[in-house]
């Protein structure tokens, strides 16, 4: 009896070591932080697997890429002192929306989902539609930040699109803390315009 009490214990260990041995196998570690280094807006941990990008967006002060996967992740920050009072998260996303989708032979937009990101209320549009003759879907996120307003694009082909991934990126975003930006009404009798700002994407 004694023999088979020792022989389910061996057992026991070898079958939970292996289990351990598997998690410590698929962990994937975190990736890298990007953060936006000119303006010290906005900062991005990135899940593991991707790295840091050049030449997806010029306005972009952070810029991604998951080689392996072909997706890509680009966030444009701008103070809310080149905004006037008024202009709401809701706003900048149909301005930013429409420029993107001027780049692109649009197919469908999605209707606007609202969420909370990193504690700040936030758009998402889903956009499909052809550049240079592929098929590429967009996951574009507006977040209205305490200091500003930012820009999560991502996107990859329509094959390679995974909106569980995307979402995953964004959760790895945060607002760099700051002063308080100071924002002043548009003057009396002027209609409420935003200045221009880069969305246009490779």
Not at 51 to 65: F, M, S
Not at 101 to 116: E, K, N, S
């Amino acid at each position: 009896m004694d023999i088979i009490v020792a022989l389910i214990t061996v057992s026991l260990l070898v079958l939970s070591r292996g289990r351990l041995r598997g998690v410590v196998r698929w962990a994937r570690p975190a990736g890298p932080t990007l953060a936006d280094g000119e303006l010290c807006l906005a900062r991005l941990r990135l899940p593991a697997g991707w790295r840091q990008a050049r030449d997806l967006n010029e306005g972009a002060g952070v810029q991604a890429i998951d080689p392996q996967h072909g997706r890509h992740v680009i966030v444009i920050s701008e103070s809310l002192e080149d905004y006037a009072l008024g202009v709401t998260v809701h706003d900048h996303a149909t301005i930013t929306l429409g420029l993107l989708a001027r780049g692109i032979h649009v197919v469908r937009i999605g209707d606007p989902h609202h969420d909370v990101v990193a504690g700040h209320d936030a758009v998402q549009y889903e956009i499909e539609g052809f550049h240079d003759n592929t098929w590429v879907k967009y996951l574009h996120t507006t977040i209205a930040g305490r200091r500003a307003f930012h820009q999560v694009i991502a996107w990859a082909t329509q094959s390679r699109y995974d909106r569980a991934v995307f979402d995953a990126v964004l959760a790895g975003f945060s607002e760099e803390p700051g002063p308080d930006p100071i924002r002043r009404p548009p003057p009396r009798g002027a209609s409420v315009l935003t200045p221009p700002v880069s969305t246009r994407v490779h």
